[in-house]
Structures are given as C-alpha cells and as structure tokens.
C-alpha cells in the first residue's frame, strides 16, 4: 500500500478542538450520527474448515499467540478461553462482572473492557487471575503502552490513560467517541465510530492531535507491521490505510460486500476481512502497491469478528448468532 489510490484530494486534517464550538465540520459524514453496523447476514452459510460448537452470541474474539489461546468475548458474563493448537478441547470459562464489550491482546494475556460497570480487566495466561482498573465511563478496546493503560472511554468522548491503576491524564478533544486505541510503534491512535474517523493521541502533551475521516462509516481497525492502521469502512465498503503522526489516509481499496471485522496475520502481511452481507471472509496480501486478493472462503453465520495465528496462518471467524467458531487453514 506504498503508491496512492482512490483517495480523494483535499481531505481536510484537524487538530484537536472543542466539539462543542462546532456541531458540524468537514470530518463529520453527517448531522445525524450513527454508529455503522455490520449487515444482517443471510441465514444460511456452508462454512469452510471445521466449526467449533458455541451456543452463545460471540462479540469479539482474539489470538494470544505468546500464550497459546484464543479468547472469547460473548453476551454472557465470562471470557472464554480456548486452546490455539486444539481448539476443540473443552474450553475454559472465566468469571467477568458483566458481559465483555471488547477485547484487545496483550503479548501474555488479554484486556477485557465491560461498559456495564466501567470497568477493564487485565486477564493474564494461562494463569487467568484478572486484576481490575475501574474507569469514570464505558471504555472501548484498550491498549497497553509500557506501564500505562490507554483506555478509550466509549460515552466519555475522551481517552484516560493510567499507571499504576490510577488515571494519570484524561485526554480529550474532538472525538465524538472513542472506540479503540491502536499502537504503531511510538504513536498512538483513537479510533471514533461515531465520528467514523481517526484521530493522533499525543500521550506526553496529553491533546488529541491530527484526525481524519475514516470513510463513510468506519467498523473496526487493526494495524500491521508497516505501522499502518487499516479500517474496515463497512458503510463505504472499502479497505481503508492510513499513516500515523500525522494520521493520513494513504489508500481506498474497494471491499463489496459491508465488511466488518478485520485481524492481520504479520508474518502473512494477510489483512483478513469478513464481509457480513455475504457470510464470507477475504485474505488481501498489503504487502505491495495495493491489497491483492489472495484468499475467499464462506463462513458462518454472522461472521462480525476474526482473528489469527501468525505462526500457524489459521483464521478463526466467529459468528455473532450462534453459529460457534470457524477454523480454516488458508
């Protein structure tokens, strides 16, 4: 994703300001602000590879490698815990005060957000004794930057960053929402659905700094080894790349489809995408000029999430309705 393509001219970047001053502005997709959903799946699918059984409806699903495992957010109170190389053994449940929202992976463990109370859980494996960080609003997916949690406060408009469990700054400013905390090396970007944009977080200033449109109605995000965010635009269905420091959109690639869930496989350089309207999931190689196709394989029902094994190049799709977890080895 070197070379620029389909990126409209005159994007317009902006520093952190008060949103209160302007309701409206060019980084805004409209006056009535919505958060973009994934499409209603059709009610059938032959999924490719095996498929694990899991009653419950999965929000979220993510890949320790380090620790072998896969975590499992649903709609109940636990985090399922499943085994990366035998997937199929009995999964492990452990105890969460409130149904997980969003999950994010540590190099030993996993942060486990929960709007209901406020509250992130560091859950490290195998050993799985959660230690809690209790925070002033829902807190999206978080990240850890050295010895500091970033935590995006989703009803907050705001991000808290804090060391040694205590809130060291609250940095706000622009953000409509904040979503998701994304690290590329030293930089740190927030992801705002509401807003469907991108925004630099300047830790040591404690300001937002450049945002930017994150397409028409930006889903989810992940980064890759480049130090690139890559953004589903699931309204605009579309593959989104964007620098950091200042963040700035490099490319467009078309995604039909309304794609949704996105995890990257960095030995692969595979940016895999799942499209919800077609119960599919795509492989695009970004190693080069532009996303290539290299992978399409139908999925369980629902497939909103995804994630992988960088050592083994297995993907794993989750169904939000039911449909349990797909394994597939491309």
Known sequence: MRRLVAVVSGVTLLAGCSQTAEPHDDLQVTDN????????????????????????????IVAVPQARTIAVATANPALLLLNLDDPNAPARSVPMPGPVTSISALPDGVLASIASTKQVLTVPLPGATSTTLQVANAPGSAAVSGDRTIVPLTDGKAVDVLRGGVVEKKISGSMFSADQVLLT????????????????????????????????????????????????????????????????????????????????????????????????????NVAGGEPRETHRFATVVQPNSVTVDPDSGRVFVASATGGGVQVMQP
């Open 33 to 60: 602000l919505a958060v973009a959903v994934p499409a209603t799946s059709p009610a059938s699918s032959a999924p490719t590879g095996t498929v694990i059984p899991l009653a419950d409806k999965i929000t979220s």
């Open 185 to 284: 090396g030293q930089n740190v970007v927030v992801l705002d659905r509401l807003r469907t944009a991108l925004f630099d977080i300047d830790l040591a200033d404690g300001k937002v700094g450049a945002g930017q449109r994150a397409g028409q109605g930006a889903g989810n995000a992940t980064t890759d080894r480049y130090g690139r965010v890559l953004v589903t635009d699931t309204r605009g269905g579309a593959l989104l790349a964007f620098t950091t420091n200042p963040v700035m959109l490099k490319q467009r690639y078309p995604v039909p489809g309304t794609p949704y869930g996105i995890a990257y496989d960095s030995k692969r350089d595979l940016a895999w995408v799942t499209l919800t309207e077609r119960n599919e999931v795509v492989g695009y």
